[in-house]
């Protein structure tokens, strides 16, 4: 396979003030063979207290080989660093919000206040970054939201991305009781929505539509019923500086203990080396008996 010009790096910014000079050192290394986009993931990239010195040393990159930088979030601490986001180069993010019902979103999450991160989601907004929701689809818990979702995406002037939820890392439930195809979900929609295919792309493996006569992108992430492979060209970064190639595979490169044995020479030789080892596709089986890989998405980020 190709390098993976144009194609989009996935960097968890949960790092300690030691790992930042790395972590910044390997991302510039991306960027210097073609990446162009950069999403900051986690864990929780907003909880770190360097996070606005890694956004500020990356946005410098914007215009000079870096097409774009951007953010996944929990939302918890948008209203607090949503203006420093502007400043730094950020113009888009992304904010993980399966239910807007209080007691739905605690029993999701383990803990949370929805309405603050409803709060951080509309601030960012007026700060002039341009929001996206992601909502995992899962059976007996959000179906019913899904639809009243995209309406308030809408009256918000935010972006709505469904997603399928996937076989990763061990948990305490049956996920093919909880799988939901978006095939059905997004018929649904359509019969209350005039959705109009979209030309848009993010770097990622969503398709999209557009409600029409507003500004709202839905998108639609199906690693299940509409396997996205063949447009994914996203690899990502631990927070142990471990590049993973597929979300689906543990196949790895441990880029940290190789930049820091063998200097920057060695760590091109390395990314140079995984780029042509990318798989093919993943191995997601929604009713496989374990997990595709023992890893969660937090571990690799979203």
């Known amino acids: 396979m190709p390098l993976l010009h144009g194609g989009t790096y996935d960097v968890p910014a949960q790092i300690g003030d030691s790992?930042?000079?790395?972590?910044?050192?390997?991302?510039?290394?991306?960027?210097?063979?073609?990446?162009?986009?950069?999403?900051?993931?986690?864990?929780?990239?907003?909880?770190?207290?360097?996070?606005?010195?890694?956004?500020?040393?990356?946005?410098?990159?914007?215009?000079?080989?870096?097409?774009?930088?951007?953010?996944?979030?929990?939302?918890?601490?948008?209203?607090?660093?949503?203006p420093a986001m502007v400043a730094a180069g950020i113009r888009r993010i992304n904010v993980s919000l399966d239910s807007r019902d209080p007691e739905t979103f605690r029993y999701i999450t383990r803990h949370g206040d929805v309405a603050r991160v409803i709060e951080g989601i509309l601030a960012a907004r007026d700060a002039g970054l341009s929001v996206k929701i992601n909502l995992v689809a899962l059976k007996g818990l959000n179906e019913h939201e899904i639809a009243p979702m995209l309406e308030w995406c809408v009256a918000e002037r935010l972006d709505l991305t469904l997603i399928e939820t996937m076989p990763?890392?061990?948990?305490?439930?049956?996920?093919?009781?909880?799988?939901?195809?978006?095939?059905?979900?997004?018929?649904?929609?359509a019969g209350r929505f005039s959705l109009v295919r979209d030309t848009h792309r993010s770097g990622g493996p969503a398709r999209y539509w557009r409600v029409d006569g507003t500004q709202t992108k839905l998108g639609?992430?199906?690693?299940?019923?509409?396997?996205?492979?063949?447009?994914?060209?996203?690899?990502?970064?631990?927070?142990?500086?471990?590049?993973?190639?597929?979300?689906?595979?543990?196949?790895?490169?441990?880029?940290?203990?190789?930049?820091?044995?063998?200097?920057?020479?060695?760590?091109?030789?390395?990314?140079?080396?995984?780029?042509?080892?990318?798989?093919?596709?993943?191995?997601?089986?929604i009713a496989a008996a374990a997990p595709a890989v023992a890893r969660h998405m937090s571990v690799t980020g979203g």
């Not at 000079?21 to 510039?28: F, G, L, N, S």
């Not at 990159?61 to 774009?68: F, N, S």
């Not at 760590?267 to 798989?279: F, I, R």
């Open 19 to 82: 790992e930042l000079e790395e972590i910044a050192v390997i991302a510039e290394r991306f960027i210097a063979r073609g990446i162009t986009k950069i999403r900051l993931t986690g864990g929780e990239p907003l909880v770190r207290r360097d996070i606005a010195e890694l956004v500020k040393r990356l946005g410098h990159h914007i215009g000079a080989g870096l097409d774009e930088l951007t953010m996944t979030t929990n939302g918890n601490a948008l209203a607090q660093h949503a």
């Open 168 to 189: 990763l890392g061990q948990i305490d439930e049956d996920r093919a009781d909880r799988f939901v195809p978006l095939t059905a979900v997004f018929d649904e929609l």
């Open 220 to 285: 639609l992430i199906s690693p299940l019923t509409a396997n996205f492979c063949d447009t994914c060209n996203r690899v990502r970064l631990t927070t142990e500086g471990v590049l993973y190639t597929c979300l689906g595979h543990d196949d790895q490169v441990d880029l940290k203990t190789i930049l820091r044995s063998e200097g920057v020479d060695g760590l091109d030789v390395a990314l140079d080396a995984a780029m042509q080892t990318k798989p093919a596709r993943h191995e997601f089986d």
